[in-house]
């Protein structure tokens, strides 16, 4: 696991990150970067260096802070989930999988790798154990916006409409951001659902 004074941090760049805010992931980048020189923590350092590179675009160099980070401190999760996102960025997708289970192996209770498993899972056709992989991420953060709207997406995928709405209205029941755009997205799907479901009866 990451250093326990960071993983609040790390959260919330995670969540920029996935919501596409890049100047408040900026910002908590800088800020970690900061608290990790002032700790003498070289593994965060590491890490944030990477954060900052995938924000920018450079895939290469956040995959090679991810390995330095990885030397400091093997039980990183969030490096291994961010090595398989690099990876995949860059349009390779031979065992990003194993990857992902490395991460899931050495710090099982970060939901976020779990999701990651299930979106590339989904992403590369076999919504089935995608589901299975949104599932554990939920029983670790039931109130994740993010993995509901995926877990519609992939019971969607399997023809399980029903399942797809209520996943839908979860995600939209838990969104308590500030960006209304999601908001208005999610609204969005969950109308589509419905027509489409209103048409079969």
């Not at 910002?27 to 970690?32: D, S």
């Not at 990477?50 to 995959?63: K, M, N, R, S, Y």
């Not at 877990?151 to 209205?169: H, N």
Request: hydrophobic residues 40%.
């Amino acid at each position: 696991m990451n250093h326990p004074c960071f993983t609040h941090l790390r959260r919330q760049i995670d969540t920029a990150i996935t919501w596409n805010d890049l100047d408040d992931a900026r910002r908590r980048i800088a800020e970690g970067l900061r608290l990790a020189q002032e700790k003498e923590c070289p593994g965060e350092l590491m890490y944030f260096r990477a954060q900052a590179a995938i924000v920018d675009g450079c895939f290469a160099e956040a995959l090679d802070w991810l390995q330095r980070a990885l030397t400091f401190n093997p039980q990183d999760g969030a490096a291994y989930n961010d090595i398989a996102l690099c990876l995949v960025e860059q349009g390779r997708i031979d065992g990003i999988v194993e990857i992902f289970d490395k991460g899931i192996a050495v710090e099982p209770g970060y939901a976020t790798i779990h999701h990651n498993k299930g979106w590339f899972l989904n992403k590369i056709g076999k919504p089935s154990a995608a589901l299975a992989c949104f599932e554990q991420a939920l029983a670790l953060e039931p109130r994740r916006v993010v993995t509901w709207e995926n877990m519609a997406d992939a019971y969607e995928e399997l023809g399980r409409v029903p399942e797809a709405l209520g996943a839908y209205r979860n995600a939209l029941a838990f969104f308590d951001g500030p960006a209304t755009g999601i908001r208005e997205q999610l609204q969005a799907e969950i109308a589509r659902l419905e027509l489409k479901e209103s048409r079969k009866e």
